[in-house]
């Protein structure tokens, strides 16, 4: 085995976004892109001599590659060992877990979530910190800073490792140890939720439908829904991983999953139904004849999350990112809870959740989480529902119009533009920019302007300041339009545009998001330009 050095130069592009590097395919894949910027990584962290880390991926097209190819450079490097999910895969949030459980110095996840996979689709690479989450922006900052200097990295020549069978390997001087992907982590769901009562629950004709996407869930889903739980064979559907999910988008939304939603809106409708993404951190909630909003999902799992064991003693505080909806707040003022809203991504969750300052927290685009892992997670979220569904003995639809008559609804809608050109995108967002402090005052239909800013997060904890992180218009009546650059694409510029408004009154909380929401909508092209500057007559995705 022979220890390798080899000459390098800096390549372009390589700051991580909104959740690790991702790019195509073909890119990562191309002459020492994928080395460069592990080698970053390690110079990031302060050299991987001595480390434990975790390694594993949602198995898309290249994981396997490049689970190999780390392995070579984290031996080379002197780590000590590298524990590797059987077959290079782990779900984000059990490589959390891991990380967590087994008090390593991190891990390196390789996904680009829910982005397609395959040779020319996306991939993806992000270092979680020890205390299982992704890096804050200091540590991607230093990673970014050494992919700009780097001038070699190092690597060992050798054959490949035998990830096929859990147990341990000898890489050089490092231990590779290959561990079952799903027992650890499905050991902490049965900590967290009663699992008689859901097994109950599912024994008494309540039937599920688990969409795996052909992801990394579907392992994960089998064992607990089906093995553990006792949920009918068959209740998990897509449940192999495929490197390039079976040629689909692994995103758990109503465009992407539309055969589920079509599922729970037919005649044979499951009484509850559930999707997860390409690496198992993000979840979509349908009942029979609905489907449930991400921030609407948020807020009735802060409402009841004390109706599971895990969570029996109540929350410490909630958390949302901004352009997620208010609903939770609403739920907050009722609890007396403090509810802290940071910028878009998991990482700037993470020291709230380590300072105890939250238990539960979420994100708009189908990502729900808590304080058991440094990640969101997709079926810690179904079981919760689940929990929640066992406890109270009634239907989804029914829990929404009961949370709805409590604390009102919070209509709400994301639209995406898809691959704009980036220039126009930006060209939008600095016209919007310049005009913030002229828009506070002007009038939309019946509503009128009442704050317009660029928001930025103060950490409460280290102090450390995110700043440019949406375009924020809010309304007299607790309405809300945002926009955004999303952080995770690969191709042009996608603009987000976030909308929600409020509706208290009894006799309007059962309408269709998009109509209630035609006036902010019209609003937000009214403002920013959107036609106008992206060229686009609607939008690509509308969530
Ligand atoms: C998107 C979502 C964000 C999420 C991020 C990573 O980011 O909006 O809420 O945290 O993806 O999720 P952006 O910058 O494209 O809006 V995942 O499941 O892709 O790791
Ligand atoms: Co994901």
């Known amino acids: 085995m022979e220890l390798l050095k080899i000459t390098t130069q800096?390549?372009?592009?390589?700051?991580?976004?909104?959740?690790?590097?991702?790019?195509?395919?073909?890119?990562?894949?191309?002459?020492?892109?994928?080395e460069n910027f592990v080698q970053a990584i390690w110079t990031g962290i302060g050299g991987a001599t001595g480390k434990t880390l975790v390694l594993g991926g949602d198995g898309r097209y290249f994981n396997d590659r490049a689970a190999q190819v780390i392995l070579r450079m984290a031996a080379a490097s002197g780590a000590a060992r590298v524990i590797v999910g059987q077959g290079a895969l782990l779900s984000t949030p059990a490589a959390s877990h891991l990380i967590r459980q087994r008090k390593t110095d991190g891990g390196i996840i390789l996904s680009a979530s829910h982005n397609p996979g395959g040779p020319d689709e996306d991939f993806g690479v992000k270092f979680n910190t020890p205390n299982g989450g992704p890096a804050p922006e200091d540590v991607t900052n230093r990673i970014f800073a050494a992919t700009e200097t780097i001038e070699s990295y190092?690597?060992?020549?050798s054959q490949d490792v035998d990830l096929a069978t859990p147990g341990e390997h000898a890489l050089g001087p490092m231990t590779v140890e290959v561990v079952d992907p799903?027992?650890?982590?499905?050991?902490?769901?049965?900590?967290?939720?009663?699992?008689?009562a859901i097994r109950g629950l599912l024994n008494s004709g309540f039937r599920v439908t688990f969409d795996a996407m052909h992801a990394i869930t579907g392992p994960y889903a089998t064992e607990i829904l089906q093995n553990r739980l006792g949920a009918a064979p068959g209740s998990v559907m897509n449940a192999t991983p495929l490197p390039d999910f079976g040629g689909g988008h692994p995103d758990p939304n109503p465009i992407w999953a539309k055969p589920l939603v079509d599922l729970v809106m037919g005649d044979d409708a499951p009484d509850f139904a559930a999707a997860s993404d390409g690496d198992g951190d993000r979840n979509m909630i349908l009942g029979r004849g609905i489907y449930v909003t991400p921030s609407d999902s948020l807020a009735v799992l802060a409402a009841n999350a004390h109706l599971a064991p895990g969570y029996a003693k109540g929350l410490t505080g909630v958390a949302r990112s901004m352009p997620t909806s208010r609903a939770l707040d609403r739920v907050a003022e009722a609890k007396r809870l403090t509810c802290y809203e940071t910028p878009t991504g998991w990482k700037f969750f993470g020291n709230l959740l380590d300072a105890g300052h939250i238990t539960l927290c979420g994100e708009e685009s189908a990502g729900t989480g808590s304080d058991h892992v440094r990640e969101k997670d997709g079926l810690w979220a179904v079981l919760l529902w689940l929990n929640i569904l066992a406890a109270r003995g009634e239907s989804v639809a029914d829990i929404l119009t009961d949370h709805w008559n409590t604390y009102g609804r919070n209509y709400y809608s994301r639209h995406d533009y898809d691959g704009v050109d980036a220039?126009?995108?930006?060209?939008?967002?600095d016209a919007l920019r310049a005009k913030l402090g002229d828009l506070p005052g002007q009038s939309f239909g019946s509503r009128k302007i009442a704050g317009a800013d660029e928001f930025a997060y103060d950490d409460p904890?280290?102090?450390?300041?995110?700043?440019?992180?949406g375009l924020r218009i809010t309304f007299d009546d607790g309405a809300?339009?945002?926009?955004?650059?999303?952080?995770?694409?690969?191709?042009?510029?996608?603009?987000?545009?976030?909308?929600?408004?409020?509706?208290?009154?009894?006799?309007?909380?059962?309408?269709?998001?998009?109509?209630?929401?035609?006036?902010?909508?019209?609003?937000?092209?009214e403002i920013a330009g959107i036609k106008t500057h992206t060229g686009r007559d609607a939008p690509d995705v509308m969530t």
């Open 423 to 429: 220039d126009r995108a930006a060209g939008m967002m």
């Open 461 to 469: 904890v280290d102090g450390s300041r995110a700043e440019g992180q």
């Open 10 to 34: 800096p390549i372009e592009g390589q700051k991580p976004g909104t959740s690790g590097l991702r790019k195509k395919t073909r890119t990562f894949m191309g002459p020492h892109y994928l």
């Open 480 to 525: 809300r339009i945002i926009y955004r650059l999303s952080g995770t694409g690969t191709v042009g510029a996608t603009l987000r545009v976030y909308l929600e408004a409020v509706e208290t009154d009894p006799a309007k909380l059962h309408g269709d998001a998009q109509e209630a929401l035609a006036d902010v909508i019209r609003a937000a092209d």
């Open 154 to 157: 190092h690597i060992l020549e």
């Open 182 to 196: 799903v027992a650890d982590y499905a050991d902490l769901m049965e900590t967290l939720f009663d699992f008689n």
